[in-house]
Every structure is written in structure tokens, then in C-alpha cells.
């Protein structure tokens, strides 16, 4: 599929939006957060996939944000004629249900280029929005701890993070030793990416397992008690710092390492 990049806010080039739910609540609430910002342009709204489908082919949107409430099996057939010609968010319910997590990858694998869950944040919306009009895939936080959770249960990971989470605890009260007197590696609570030459915070790293434990900005505000702006300036310094593209890259490195939702102080030997 090969569509002109628009960047939202260049008023030339207004990226045209079509969204499909089965909820009229719920659309409306989509199209007043897509119309809260510069640069896009809603060019219908849908209650079925026949009907959405039927839109798409005469307004030939650059963009669907289409909900699959309810997992219509026709889903994946309609999001595949839509991906011809548009890219494609799906919104899912996610209930923590290995089903749901099924439907995420038929969803990405049918053509969608984004994915997020329906009681996704603004913010969220907003960031998967403009990453989707791009042709980059991404998606919410939720969405993306449930596909690290499954990354883990399926390489056999569970178990043995359980146990690496509670050394790590066990460290953080011994003074950095692991049971038998082992002492904590660093290599534990960082990406293989990571060069050592720029070392994270103490901040950043509480950061880093927040995002880990699929919090968003605005929830590690509140729970660190800091500004969301001061929480994008530390997301952006760990990107850079580990030299990963993103937050989902972050949080599944960050979790392969044994960390699930909580990081303590590194102790080095």
C-alpha cells in the first residue's frame, strides 16, 4: 500500500479519517478527540463493517479507526479490504483473556497498522493516531503488555521472572546480594541495546518499570507525583539512553530482563 505521508497540523495536507464503531457514544467520542487537534479531516462515521466498507470506497480515507466490539468473525475479511486503500487502527476490548490477545494479532495480521484497547487514554489515542497516519505500527499501553505477557508465557519466561522478581526484591533489602550471596548483576535492568555509556537515573529507571508494567504518562504522573511533561522528558532520555524506537521496545526489554512493573536502584559489584 503506498499512500503520501501527511503529518497532522500541515493544514495542505489534512490527513482524511473515517471511524466505525457500533456504539454512536462511542464514535462520538473518537471523532471529538481526532478533532481536537490540527491536521485532520472526518470524512464519515460507520455503525457496521458493511457499512464502513461500503464509506471507504467512496471517500477513500487515508485512515480507519475501526472498533471490533463483539469480534465480528467478518472482522478480519473487512479489515483487510480496508487496509487496500487505508491504514487501519483497531480498537479492541481487552480483558486479559489469551482470546483477546488472538484477536490483536488476527487484527494486525489481517492489516491493521495499530492497535488499542477501548478505554484507551486521549493521550494514547492521540500518540497511536499520528503514529498510524505515518504507516508506523503501534499501540496502548494495555495492547502492548499483553503481547509481552504472551512473548513470556510462550518462551517460558513466567516462571522464571517470578523468581528473578522476587531475588531482585530479596536483593534490594540485602544490600545487592541474591540469595547465597550472589550479587545482582546490571545486566539485568538494562537492553542488550544499551552501551553503558550513558547511565540511567534513579528517576528514570522507576520510569522505565512503570512503562514496563504498561502505566501510561499520565498514571506514572500521578504515581511518581511529577509532571507529565517532566514523564516525556524521561521517556524520551531512556529511548535514547538504550537505543530502542520506542516504549513498547523498552518495556518488553525491560521485562525480558526479569523486571515485570517494578525496577529497584541498580546495585553494581
Given at each position: 500500500?503506498?499512500?503520501?505521508?501527511c503529518?497532522?497540523?500541515?493544514?495542505?495536507?489534512a490527513?482524511s479519517?473515517?471511524?466505525?464503531?457500533?456504539s454512536?457514544?462511542?464514535?462520538?467520542?473518537?471523532?471529538?478527540?481526532?478533532?481536537?487537534q490540527?491536521?485532520?479531516?472526518?470524512?464519515?462515521?460507520?455503525?457496521?463493517l458493511?457499512?464502513?466498507i461500503?464509506l471507504?470506497?467512496?471517500k477513500?480515507p487515508?485512515?480507519?479507526?475501526?472498533?471490533?466490539?463483539g469480534?465480528?468473525?467478518?472482522a478480519?475479511?473487512?479489515?483487510?479490504?480496508?487496509?487496500?486503500?487505508?491504514?487501519?487502527l483497531?480498537?479492541?476490548?481487552?480483558?486479559?483473556?489469551?482470546?483477546?490477545?488472538?484477536?490483536v494479532?488476527?487484527?494486525?495480521?489481517?492489516?491493521?497498522?495499530?492497535?488499542?484497547?477501548?478505554l484507551?487514554t486521549?493521550?494514547?489515542?492521540?500518540?497511536?493516531?499520528?503514529?498510524v497516519?505515518?504507516g508506523?505500527p503501534?499501540?496502548?499501553?494495555v495492547?502492548?503488555?499483553?503481547l509481552?505477557d504472551e512473548?513470556?508465557r510462550?518462551?517460558?519466561?513466567?516462571?522464571?521472572?517470578?523468581?528473578?522478581?522476587?531475588y531482585?526484591?530479596?536483593a534490594?533489602?540485602?544490600?545487592?546480594?541474591?540469595?547465597?550471596?550472589?550479587?545482582?548483576?546490571?545486566?539485568?535492568v538494562?537492553?542488550?541495546?544499551w552501551?553503558?555509556k550513558?547511565?540511567?537515573?534513579d528517576?528514570e529507571?522507576?520510569?522505565?518499570a512503570?512503562?514496563?508494567?504498561?502505566?501510561t504518562?499520565r498514571a506514572?504522573a500521578?504515581?511518581?507525583?511529577?509532571?507529565?511533561k517532566?514523564?516525556?522528558?524521561?521517556?524520551?532520555?531512556?529511548?535514547?539512553?538504550?537505543?530502542?524506537?520506542?516504549?513498547?521496545e523498552a518495556?518488553?526489554?525491560?521485562?525480558?530482563?526479569?523486571?515485570?512493573?517494578?525496577?529497584?536502584?541498580?546495585?553494581h559489584?
Open positions: 500500500m503506498a499512500l503520501t505521508d503529518r497532522p497540523g500541515d493544514e495542505r495536507k490527513v479519517v473515517l471511524i466505525a464503531d457500533s454512536p457514544l462511542f464514535r462520538s467520542g473518537i471523532r471529538q478527540s481526532i478533532e481536537s490540527e491536521g485532520f479531516n472526518i470524512v464519515g462515521e460507520a455503525g457496521t458493511e457499512h464502513v461500503s471507504a470506497q467512496q477513500t487515508q485512515a480507519v479507526i475501526l472498533g471490533l466490539s469480534h465480528d468473525p467478518k478480519w475479511e473487512a479489515i483487510s479490504t480496508l487496509a487496500d486503500r487505508s491504514r487501519v483497531a480498537i479492541i476490548d481487552i480483558n486479559g483473556t489469551r482470546e483477546t490477545l488472538a484477536h494479532l488476527k487484527a494486525f495480521l489481517a492489516g491493521a497498522v495499530g492497535c488499542i484497547d477501548r484507551a486521549e493521550e494514547e489515542l492521540t500518540y497511536v493516531v499520528n503514529n497516519v505515518l508506523r503501534a499501540v496502548s499501553s495492547v502492548a503488555k499483553a509481552v512473548l513470556l510462550t518462551q517460558g519466561f513466567a516462571e522464571a521472572i517470578g523468581e528473578l522478581a522476587a531482585t526484591e530479596s534490594g533489602e540485602a544490600g545487592g546480594n541474591l540469595p547465597g550471596g550472589d550479587s545482582l548483576p546490571t545486566s539485568m538494562v537492553p542488550d541495546k552501551d553503558g550513558e547511565e540511567l537515573t528517576r529507571i522507576e520510569v522505565l512503570l512503562i514496563a508494567g504498561g502505566k504518562n506514572i500521578s504515581q511518581l507525583s511529577i509532571s507529565e517532566t514523564v516525556k522528558n524521561h521517556v524520551s532520555s531512556i529511548l535514547r539512553k538504550l537505543r530502542v524506537d520506542g516504549r513498547t518495556a518488553v526489554w525491560a521485562v525480558r530482563r526479569g523486571l515485570p512493573g517494578r525496577l529497584g536502584p541498580r546495585t559489584a
